[in-house]
């Protein structure tokens, strides 16, 4: 099979000049990006820069050299650098038979640090494993088209947001897998138990008796996966379920609340009105409306 060629993409001055200006784009924007299935001989390096880059290694593997440490990286690592930080990654290619895929990324932008925060808060020393993930290709493929595209200002948009929901979707990852590694804690299992139970109550004793934990590890574990306490999350699916009988059907709201374990009517709308903003019976008197 032909290997594809090696791709380099610096964005013009003239762009980069109106990407850090631009209310749609001055958040995050990519200074140059390539990709390489290179064997041999193929490095990167930077002693002096002032944006922050990603290396995603697709296939194969490669060895950084960062911070006095020299880490290998392997199939489905991903690294970020900080900007003003020296390094140097070099493929290392170890058969002659296997074809190493890197993606790289430079970045910068008023939020880029925030970007890189939320993936260098998961990571060790800059380095993680994130493991092949389709849709991160897919984007960074995008990205890469966008010379061949041209630099008109849908195009560039575009693809500024594209980079941005990459980042935040590898971020989404490496949480998942970060805890996902370390602990036996099954989220899915447990707002399975919430869905099957929005009929009635749960406590945090029961969903910690659940999962095996005490309800201090289990509150914990649970808010670092979700960003929300089990029982503000357990009501949130309570109030989601309640405005989709809204939306589908007649059913009195006084039937919709005792439904989901809510005895008192009024409390119920109390609850509703507080998390979505308006009366269930305004709810659903605007389902024709926008």
């Known amino acids: 099979m032909k290997k594809s060629p090696d791709i380099r993409l610096f964005i013009p001055v003239f762009l980069l000049k109106k990407l850090s200006k631009h209310r749609l784009t001055d958040g995050l924007y990519p200074i140059s990006l ?5 064997n041999n001989n193929y490095k990167l390096q930077q002693d002096n820069s002032q944006c922050h880059t990603l290396i995603y290694c697709v296939s194969g593997s490669g060895e950084l050299d ?33 074809e190493n895929t890197v993606y790289w990324i430079n970045f910068t932008g008023d939020l880029a640090q925030d970007f890189a925060q939320r993936l260098l808060m998961k990571m060790d020393a800059g380095v993680a494993h994130a493991g092949v993930l389709n849709n991160i290709v897919s984007d960074f493929d995008h990205l890469l088209a966008l010379g061949a595209r041209g630099y008109t200002a849908t195009n560039v948009i575009h693809a500024v947001h594209i980079l941005q929901q990459a980042l935040s979707f590898l971020a989404l990852q490496l949480r998942l897998t970060m805890f996902n590694n370390s602990s036996s804690f099954d989220l899915e299992a447990v707002e399975a138990l919430m869905r099957n139970s929005l009929h009635q109550e749960l406590s945090l004793d029961t969903l910690a008796h659940y999962s095996q934990l005490s309800k201090f590890h289990f509150a914990k574990k649970f808010k670092e996966l979700t960003d929300s306490s089990p029982i503000q999350h357990f009501i949130n699916m309570k109030i989601q379920h309640a405005c989709s009988q809204l939306d589908n ?42």
Do not use: C, W
């Not at 390539?34 to 290179?38: E, N, R």
């Not at 009517?265 to 305004?282: A, E, M, N, T």
């Open 34 to 38: 390539g990709m390489t299935q290179a």
């Open 249 to 290: 059907s007649d059913i009195a709201i006084k039937d919709i609340a005792s439904g989901l374990g809510y005895s008192d009517p009024y409390y119920f709308s109390r609850l509703f009105k507080k998390l979505v903003g308006i009366s269930p019976k305004q709810y659903r008197d605007s389902r024709h409306s926008l």
């Open 66 to 98: 960062y911070q006095g440490k020299i880490r290998s990286i392997e199939r489905g690592d991903l690294v970020i650098i900080n900007p003003n930080t020296p390094f140097t990654f070099k493929i290392i290619n170890t058969s002659k038979i296997a």
